[in-house]
């Protein structure tokens, strides 16, 4: 769906009004998962393994199942064991079957009267293992005579002879490396570490499951796609999807790590077994044991410059680990890596390993940080070295429309060289700075997607609306699909109220991931309401006793077309809908689509930072995000994106990590020693919003939310190296790890 | 577990004393309920001693101020003598953790706690601080730093509580300062820290001094050849340089997920340094104010 | 264990409850009382969503024992408003987009508000550290700290 008119006006669009979940977010009433209850509930919890990986020899549950109060007890053998291997491995990841592959992988579950009860019977649960070698980084995995977490789970564009802990591979790019290679003045090839990192979200995972005697179930979860995980619930449990019906609370954060299930399929299988509802919360240990970090990576980069800042080549070698189940996510990093410039030749190789940790989830531009922190490190090294401004020299590279791009699409209408000149002519880029001071800079790029999205808009007789959408909402979005469709019905933002719905009263809609909802549940939004729109004037036509082509629909009122149509007064919005009951009945709008054209996203942050050159303190001085948005339907929200996603960046650059001890188990499980940044941390996040309208979008809305966590990582470490006056090439990069780089 | 509240030193004293099973006291709880939580701990008793008359007060004795066990260390932030007396104390009391912890953590619990990385228990060294402790049997003052042993241990023995602190008083021109190292600017444990009292003549040079380590040995260091390496000088820099290398071979680290051995023990003399520079100028100008409150 | 019976007071009503005597405050207001609007984001006092004020301080209610209760004062973010009419900083959180899940809000209002009885006219240095104890991981802080200032100011000219 092309976007309607390059320069558009906008009425609603691009204002600020309060969101509609506002008040009861702000006095506590908002619903989350974990504070939803139902009549003879019953408090689920789960066992955990305390090994990285072992051979579950035997569990003995019948001490549990024998204290009073417990009424059921599970483990992996009480679900069928899918035959499709993705779900397998969701199903494996809930409950361990054979073997346990990480510290806090599920081993078995107990539903109680109370949580007291709950806890004494996991303690009463007997677990034989027999510990098995582990290996947990990415390096060690693809070693060969490693531990294996899993054999035979290599795809077959893997080649032969690797570790078995090799799942995936990926090459993308174009044109002759070497001959890009000779021309370059410089080459640089440097090796990059990563550490894997969590969402962080503040809201642990919750979920209530009621499965009934005839084999109906509802189940209320924090989830960032309720439809997604009625697909995967219905199909571990052997239900029909018309059976399971799936609603989605308030959700306390998600940044992707939301979009699967964890503990969904173990209490709807405890509550059957129990034949009462069943709420499982997360403890926060839990969550940082056994959901989803992010990759740990290991990279190699190489680029050639001429003397003059144009680049000749690049390349770059990427290893990542999704932990213990085959992942996929080090593809979308090797399309990401080169993505913002427009390069002769470009390659990139990808390579997925087993290691024994919790199975990745998404997290908010998977895969892109950190190849894009290698490849921005190493550009921002060339520029250092031959005297180069790296601003000029982005700009210089810049893709742009028409560029053939390293992952294979050319390029429509694009952001990146207004992005990039915005951040040229701001007065943060040529600031002066002190001593032991550094500023940074990268480039960030994300795909963003469209996918399945069906809404429903309802004209009420009393001349408001109601919109039903299917994706819930992370950020403020029910605040944006109110305005699209307060512009596009021309009535007021208050006079409409959006709700999320569950999955029984919409088709299906994709996870809220991909930056997606603005995007494709707006578009999906103006359609409906003009769905709607169109059967109005079909009733003004009706009416006025003229043909439907002869009414139009302007600022909220149907009008005939023009002096021919006949003389008649505008009929609103709200007159339409008073006299509906007499005019056909009630009037709604729907739409179903699977949405293309999400159009790519860039950014570009700049950062000043400081270091103490005696302990390798490093303080954020100075930040600013500049980034397209295409269009900012809710800028307040917009800007929300670009600030939460840098100080998410901001944390993975400094100071957070999954920390493993030599016994494969997590030593840092929570707040305390995860160390997510506090508000003392940082200075205020400037933002500059571009608007360069996506060509997809009837208003030219792009995703915004990815990728502002994209460029933080090698914007930071730019700006530390050269307050440093030393490379750094490892994530994070804690007090620790940068005096002894100074220390040399 | 059972839940008993206190009513004097003594009742809590001989509850704990009496107590078959694992017995804790409650002050702040900050410490102790993490612990339960995780499961660590398998309590059978907890004694709440914040109703115990008078061990939530600050009193002035003697020119210095006795601190009551279950005095809030936010309470200890908004009274201005102690602040002024000994403003390392107060400044590494206030450390703990966020200021919802502030609200209810206290010295006594993060010395009862046993950490070698608590941030109030350097600069109570440092500060020559007493420590009350009563039992069944009567009561006793101790030093400060001979209650820590190791990590989570004390001297303390079973049916012993800390009833209050005691900060005593100082001549005029002294000071003190506490400063830790975190990777963040708050929400921490110290990975290294440091705190240093000292008392200065009149022509500046430094008299006494007390020199104390957090975070760098099982337990909190007091280390005399710090203390000497400054003493008779007027914290020239080869002064501060023999400072900090006495810190650095006073450390005893461990490498963890918070730090490295290498990094603790050279943060620990950068942090003594920078803290014997605060305290100095700290001392000078009480000097200007008219000497010490 | 033996339940206790406790009489306390929870946004100006007289309260009893029973609990176990080691039950947080936080599971005696989510599961016995239903005041849900304290989070549990970690249980260790590291996050500082179950933020509430005991006889006026501010405090994790998962570190303070329901036991504890007894006799106290405690206020929660179900007692910020005022009928339909809502705490300045209430309204300055929704006017500023200063939420973007909201998980944390109700903490960090509360933990506002104690900040600004005791100190009316905070820099956003000290409304910083004084909210490091409560995270947020949505919004960068910036909003936060911007809807602070906005109803201390508002406060400040009442």
Redesign the interface.
């Known amino acids: 769906m092309a976007l309607d008119q390059p320069k558009r006006e906008f009425r609603y669009v691009g204002t600020r009004p309060n969101r509609p979940d506002g008040v009861d977010k702000v006095t506590g009433r908002a619903q989350y998962g974990a504070d939803m209850t139902a009549p003879g509930m019953l408090t689920g919890a789960i066992l955990r393994s305390p090994h990285p990986h072992a051979k579950i020899v035997s569990i003995d549950t019948s001490a549990a199942a024998a204290i009073p109060g417990v009424r059921a007890v599970i483990t992996g053998a009480d679900f069928a064991r899918p035959d499709d291997n993705f779900l397998r491995d969701v199903q494996e990841n809930c409950m361990a079957r054979e073997k346990v592959l990480y510290d806090g992988h599920a081993v078995a579950a107990v539903a109680a009267t109370s949580a007291a009860i709950a806890k004494a019977a996991l303690k009463a649960i007997k677990v034989t293992y027999q510990a098995l070698p582990h290996v947990t980084d990415v390096d060690a995995a693809m070693k060969p005579g490693a531990p294996v977490v899993q054999a035979g789970r290599a795809l077959e564009n893997v080649p032969g002879g690797m570790s078995d802990n090799v799942t995936n591979a990926c090459e993308f790019g174009h044109g002759d490396l070497d001959a890009g290679f000779a021309k370059a003045d410089l080459v640089i090839d440097r090796s990059f570490k990563t550490a894997a990192t969590h969402q962080g979200y503040i809201e642990p995972h919750a979920c209530l499951a009621s499965v009934t005697a005839d084999g109906k179930a509802d189940l209320w979860c924090c989830t960032q796609g309720h439809f997604f995980v009625r697909t995967l619930c219905s199909a571990i449990m052997g239900m029909e999807a018309s059976q399971l019906r799936v609603t989605p609370s308030e959700i306390g954060g998600g940044f992707g790590g939301k979009t699967t299930v964890f503990i969904e399929p173990v209490a709807l299988a405890l509550s059957k077994m129990a034949g009462r509802p069943v709420k499982i919360v997360m403890a926060r240990d839990e969550v940082f044991r056994a959901t989803g970090p992010t990759v740990s990576s290991s990279m190699d980069v190489r680029i050639g410059m001429t003397k003059d800042g144009r680049i000749t080549a690049g390349e770059a070698n990427l290893r990542y680990s999704g932990g213990a189940f085959p992942c996929g996510t080090v593809d979308m990093g090797a399309q990401a890596a080169f993505a913002a410039y427009d390069l002769a030749a470009v390659r990139t190789y990808g390579w997925n390993a087993l290691t024994n940790r919790p199975k990745e989830a998404a997290y908010r531009a998977p895969g892109a940080p950190q190849a894009i922190y290698a490849v921005e490190s190493v550009v921002d090294e060339l520029c250092q070295k031959l005297g180069l401004d790296p601003l000029m020299v982005r700009l210089k590279n810049a893709a742009k429309k028409g560029t053939l791009s390293s992952y294979g699409p050319t390029f429509n209408e694009i952001g990146l060289e207004a992005t990039l000149q915005a951040a040229k002519a701001h007065p943060h880029y040529t600031a002066p700075l002190g001593k032991n001071q550094g500023r940074g800079l990268s480039c960030g790029f994300w795909f963003n997607f469209g996918g399945n999205t069906c809404v429903s808009l309802n004209i009420n007789t009393d001349g408001t609306v109601g919109v039903t959408e299917g994706n819930p909402d992370i950020g403020g979005s029910r605040a944006s699909i109110s305005l699209m469709a307060a512009e596009e019905l021309g009535i007021p933002y208050e006079n409409i109220r959006t709700i999320v719905a569950d999955t029984n009263s919409l088709g299906f809609n994709d996870v809220t991931d991909g930056s997606r909802v603005t995007f494709a549940v707006g578009l999906a939004t103006i359609k409906a309401a003009r769905d709607a729109i169109g059967k109005m004037k079909a009733r003004a036509a009706k009416f006025w006793g003229i043909d439907e082509e002869a009414v139009n629909w302007v600022d909220g009122a149907a009008v005939p077309a023009g002096p021919n149509a006949g003389k008649f007064p505008p009929l609103s919005l709200a007159e339409i809908a008073a006299v509906s009951p007499q005019t056909g009945g009630p009037i709604a709008g729907h739409y179903e689509v699977n949405v293309d054209g999400a159009g790519v996203s860039f950014g570009v942050h700049l950062v000043d930072v400081e270091v103490d050159p005696e302990t390798g303190f490093t303080k954020v001085l100075r930040y600013t995000v500049f980034q397209d948005a295409g269009k900012a339907v809710h800028p307040d929200y917009v800007e929300g994106q670009m600030q939460g996603g840098a100080v998410q960046g901001i944390g993975w650059a400094l100071n957070e990590e999954y920390i493993y001890g030599a016994d494969g188990r997590l030593q840092n499980p929570g707040f305390l020693d995860y160390r997510i940044p506090v508000a003392s941390d940082l200075p205020k996040i400037d933002t500059v919003i571009l608007e360069i309208p996506n060509p997809g979008h009837p208003y030219g809305v792009r995703g915004v939310g990815e990728t502002p966590i994209v460029p933080p990582l090698a914007a930071i470490a730019n700006a530390v190296s050269r307050a440093a006056g030393v490379r750094l090439t490892e994530l994070p990069m804690s007090p620790p790890r940068i005096l002894a780089a100074l220390k040399g | 577990m059972r839940y008993m509240t206190a009513q004097s030193a003594k009742a809590a004293a001989t509850a704990l004393a009496a107590e078959p099973g694992l017995a804790r006291v409650l002050a702040g709880g900050t410490d102790l309920l993490v612990q339960m939580k995780a499961g660590n701990l398998a309590v059978d008793l907890v004694v709440d001693i914040k109703k115990i008359p008078g061990i939530r007060d600050i009193t002035a004795e003697a020119g210095g101020f006795r601190i009551g066990a279950a005095v809030a260390n936010a309470e200890l932030r908004e009274h201005a003598p102690v602040c002024a007396l000994w403003p390392g104390v107060a400044e590494a009391s206030c450390l703990i953790g966020s200021t919802q912890i502030q609200g209810r953590c206290t010295m006594a619990g993060n010395l009862c706690n046993g950490s070698p990385a608590g941030d109030a228990v350097p600069a109570l060294v440092a500060a020559g601080a007493m420590v009350r402790i009563e039992s069944p049997d009567g009561v006793r003052d101790v030093a400060v730093e001979d209650i820590p042993v190791g990590p989570g241990k004390t001297t303390l023995k079973k049916g012993e509580i800390v009833t209050s602190i005691f900060l005593p008083a100082r001549p005029a021109r002294s000071a003190d300062a506490y400063l830790r190292f975190i990777p963040r600017t708050e929400m921490d444990i110290a990975v290294a820290s440091a705190a240093v009292s000292l008392t200065l003549d009149a022509a500046g040079k430094i008299t006494a001094a007390r020199v104390a380590l957090g975070a760098v040995a099982p337990k909190v260091v007091l280390v005399h050849a710090a203390a000497k390496a400054i003493i008779g000088t007027t914290l020239d820099d080869a002064a501060l340089a023999a400072l900090a290398k006495a810190c650095e071979a006073a450390c005893n680290p461990i490498d963890d997920k918070r730090g490295t051995i290498a990094f603790r023990t050279s943060t620990a003399g950068v942090l003594a340094r920078r803290a014997a520079q605060i305290a100095y100028t700290r001392g000078q100008e009480t000097s200007k104010a008219g000497g010490a409150i | 264990?033996?339940s206790?019976h406790i009489s306390t007071t929870i946004n100006g009503d007289p309260v009893e409850f029973i609990c176990?005597?080691?039950e947080?405050l936080l599971?005696v207001l989510?599961n016995r009382l239903g005041?849900?609007?304290?989070?549990?984001?970690?249980?260790?006092?590291?996050?500082?969503?179950c933020?509430v004020t005991?006889d006026g301080?501010?405090?994790?209610a998962?570190?303070?024992?329901g036991?504890?209760a007894?006799g106290a004062e405690i206020s929660?973010?179900?007692g910020?408003?005022l009928g339909d009419h809502?705490h300045p900083?209430?309204r300055a959180?929704?006017?500023?987009?200063a939420?973007?899940?909201?998980?944390?809000?109700?903490g960090i209002?509360i933990?506002a508000k104690?900040?600004l009885e005791k100190n009316a006219s905070p820099s956003?240095?000290e409304?910083?550290?004084?909210?490091?104890?409560?995270?947020?991981?949505?919004?960068?802080?910036?909003?936060?700290?911007a809807a602070v200032q906005v109803a201390a100011a508002e406060m400040r000219s009442a």
């Open positions: 264990m033996k206790l176990d005597p080691d947080p599971d989510r005041l849900t609007g304290a989070k549990e984001g970690c249980g260790t006092g590291d996050c500082g969503a933020s005991l301080r501010l405090v994790c998962c570190l303070v024992l036991a504890e007894q929660t973010i179900e910020m408003a809502l900083l209430q959180f929704i006017d500023g987009a939420l973007q899940c909201g998980i944390c809000t109700p209002l933990a104690a900040l956003d240095e409304v910083r550290y004084w909210l490091a104890g409560n995270l947020c991981r949505c919004t960068g802080y910036d909003k936060i700290i």
